[in-house]
């Protein structure tokens, strides 16, 4: 064997040791597409039939603008404390429904410059253990612990999710209808109610988590 076959050789060998350390370790680089950047009301290349992003987007700030021009928010004399009641899924798909109510509640906060609060009843056993170690003296207290200071509702923002779907050989339709509520806490008068809805069409289904 000459030189230069010998080198070959040798480079040979080298290449296929390189390659069996690397098939050893178990490391493989991921493939496919990179990771493309949306804004949260852009409609992207994955998607479904379904509840979107871009559709919680739409449908939120619809209602928030609608809440804030509503007649007991606008007019009201004092500051209206409002419940969040979770909203009901009636759609075919499984998805954080709550998150319409804290994206309107969020915007409301931001936007509606005190016209309305929020009370945070999702948090009552945490501010009620507080209150305890208040009152045991375990924690200081800047005001009298014996004092309830939790505030009522004067209403309650609740909201539904309602769909109809239609499949055939060609694709899937789906039609979903949103809807929210202002119920009044002491009379259960609805004092204010909108919706929106969405129909989309596709050749292929999605899952939605």
Request: aromatic share 6%; proline share 3%; net charge positive.
């Amino acid at each position: 064997m000459n030189r230069h076959a010998f080198a070959r050789s040798l480079s040979l060998a080298a290449s296929v040791l390189l390659a069996a350390g690397c098939a050893s370790t178990g490391v493989r680089n991921p493939s496919g597409t990179g990771v493309t950047v949306l804004k949260p009301e852009e409609s992207g290349f994955v998607g479904g039939t379904g509840v979107e992003s871009q559709d919680l987007v739409q449908v939120t700030d619809k209602m928030a603008r609608s809440i804030l021009d509503t007649p007991q928010i606008r007019n009201a004399a004092g500051t209206p404390r409002v419940v969040l009641d979770p909203v009901v899924n009636e759609t075919r798909f499984t998805l954080n429904k709550d998150i319409f109510l804290t994206r309107i509640r969020t915007a409301l906060n931001r936007n509606a410059r005190g016209k309305v609060v929020f009370l945070a009843r999702d948090r009552m056993q945490t501010l009620e253990r507080e209150q305890q170690l208040k009152q045991s003296g375990a924690v200081t207290s800047s005001s009298d612990p014996n004092t309830v200071e939790f505030k009522g509702a004067d209403f309650f923002l609740t909201g539904k999710l309602q769909g109809m779907t239609t499949r055939t050989s060609k694709g899937v339709s789906d039609y979903v209808l949103y809807s929210f509520q202002l119920i009044d806490a002491r009379t259960s008068d609805i004092l204010w109610e909108d919706s929106a809805e969405v129909k989309k069409q596709g050749l292929e289904d999605a899952a939605y988590r």
